[in-house]
């Protein structure tokens, strides 16, 4: 069973074909800047790169670019069963993948007022997907969905609880996905039913979050009702004190549209070391320039304190798990928040298995720690295969 799964943005669209029985990734790739000028699609079919230079007015025309380049390489006579959609925001109904119907589709645009960024741009993908593909089902798997199972008081703000519940205000959380593929991996990494185990799973990435995966379910996790909440990340300011944003629309006279932007595309590792938003141009300044060392310090002490209250939050861990491009790359990131954690948690960083480049799933603790270090690299494309295809067999 062939399985697409796409992944909208407002001007990209990601994609992946996947062989469900095999579990290959035959093909995936990007098409960015849809609706612009200088629009390209990039793809790896079979292990070969390619790509072309083209405007595209629409989701529509990348999607057929894409279908054509597939159907010539890969696809060759075969067709797509069904496709599997990422969606940002569930809202507060939607705990589990679903069938996409009408209802379904109306609903994912309704939560536009919670993902103004995400939500239109994935509906938009599933219709495109609905016109190209007549007939076979389409799946939506929600980024929101592995947390569903917090507790009550884990996800509830210090706001007023009508007001909250008037507007659907809470933690939500994402990149549930991979959080739970993740978890998943991990107790199979430590031979252990994931039933038993207590996990903190690191997403660490250009949007980062941490989740406290308790026995196998989201029971905490740091991205709250949008993905802003949480350690600073690549442009977004994770958690601030609230009177700071005050403050900003008072002094700095920022409506919401300028404290969207702001908080969003101008903080984080980019706001504080004033040299970008890319992990490797920090690491490789932070020698010589103090705001990229002050930027990377806040980044691994927020992951500190993360670790250290799921701890808490959990009563124990037996393994904290490292994913996504810092998590999966950056050896010096995992080596000072594990450093850090030596005394609370007992984390032996076994410093060569740290070091070692691998796309593996890996120990990086020495046999004996208290607690398990783990690098698992994360493949959200492969879980939306995977649940498309169960809900499509039914
Ligand atoms: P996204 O959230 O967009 O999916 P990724 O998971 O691809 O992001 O992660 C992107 C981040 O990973 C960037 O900050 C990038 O600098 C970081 N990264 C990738 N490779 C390395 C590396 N070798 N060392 C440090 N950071 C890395």
Same mark, same amino acid.
């Given at each position: ?13 990601? /994609? ?5 029985? $095999?579990?290959?990734?035959?093909? &995936? =790739? ?11 699609? +990039?793809? $790896? ?8 230079? %083209?405007?595209?007015?629409?989701? +529509? ?8 380049? @597939? ?19 569930? =809202?507060? #109904? /939607? ?9 379904? @589709? ?35 798997? /929600? ?30 959380g /994402?990149h549930? $996905?991979?959080h ?9 990494? @430590? ?6 185990? +207590?996990?903190v799973t690191c997403h660490l990435?250009?949007?980062s979050s941490i989740t406290a995966v308790?026995?196998? !379910?989201s029971?905490d996790t740091s991205m709250?009702? $949008?993905? @802003?909440e949480g350690i ?6 994770g958690?601030?004190?609230? =009177? ?6 008072? !002094? ?13 595309? %101008?903080?984080?590792? %980019? ?9 490797? &141009? ?6 010589? #320039? ?12 927020g992951i500190v304190k993360y670790i250290g209250a799921y ?9 904290v798990t490292f994913t996504?491009?810092?998590g ?9 928040v ?22 593996? &799933? ?33």
């Amino acid at each position: 069973m062939l399985i697409l799964t796409l992944n909208a943005g407002s001007s990209s669209l990601k /994609f992946c074909l996947i062989d469900v029985a $095999t579990e290959d990734a035959l093909a &995936d =790739g990007l098409a960015e800047r849809i609706g612009l000028p200088s629009g390209a699609v +990039k793809w $790896t079919v079979m292990g070969e790169k390619g790509g072309v230079e %083209q405007d595209m007015k629409d989701h +529509k025309d990348a999607l057929t670019i894409i279908m054509d380049e @597939l159907r010539k390489t890969v696809l060759k006579g075969r067709d797509v069963s069904a496709v599997g959609n990422r969606v940002a925001h569930g =809202g507060p #109904n /939607f705990g589990e993948p679903m069938l996409v119907t009408d209802k379904v @589709l109306r609903e994912i645009e309704d939560l536009a007022a919670l993902a103004p960024l995400h939500n239109p741009a994935n509906a938009l993908g599933i219709k495109t997907a609905m016109e190209m593909f007549p007939g076979k089902p389409q799946v939506a798997v /929600f980024d929101t969905a592995f947390h569903a199972t917090m507790p009550d008081y884990a996800y509830t703000y210090g706001l007023p609880l009508e007001i909250c519940k008037k507007h659907g205000l809470r933690r939500y959380g /994402f990149h549930g $996905t991979s959080h739970r593929y993740v978890a998943e991996r991990t107790a199979k990494l @430590l031979g252990k039913p994931l039933e038993q185990l +207590k996990i903190v799973t690191c997403h660490l990435g250009n949007g980062s979050s941490i989740t406290a995966v308790d026995k196998g !379910k989201s029971v905490d996790t740091s991205m709250g009702l $949008t993905p @802003l909440e949480g350690i600073i990340m690549g442009t977004r300011c994770g958690s601030v004190d609230p =009177g700071a944003i005050v403050a900003l629309m008072e !002094k700095e006279g920022l409506d919401a549209k300028g404290l969207n932007a702001l908080l969003n595309k %101008q903080c984080g590792l %980019q706001g504080i070391s004033g040299v970008g938003s890319d992990c490797r &141009d920090i690491e490789g300044a932070m020698q010589t #320039n103090d705001a990229a060392r002050l930027a990377h310090d806040t980044l691994c002490y927020g992951i500190v304190k993360y670790i250290g209250a799921y701890a808490a939050a959990m009563d124990g861990v037996d393994a904290v798990t490292f994913t996504a491009g810092i998590g999966e790359n950056s050896s010096n990131v995992r080596a000072k928040v594990c450093k850090k954690l030596q005394n609370l948690l007992g984390i032996n960083l076994d410093e060569a298995a740290n070091k070692e480049r691998s796309k593996n &799933d890996r120990l990086i603790s020495a046999p004996g720690s208290r607690t398990a270090a783990c690098v698992v690299p994360t493949n959200e494309e492969l879980m939306i295969a995977r649940y498309t295809a169960k809900l499509v067999n039914g």
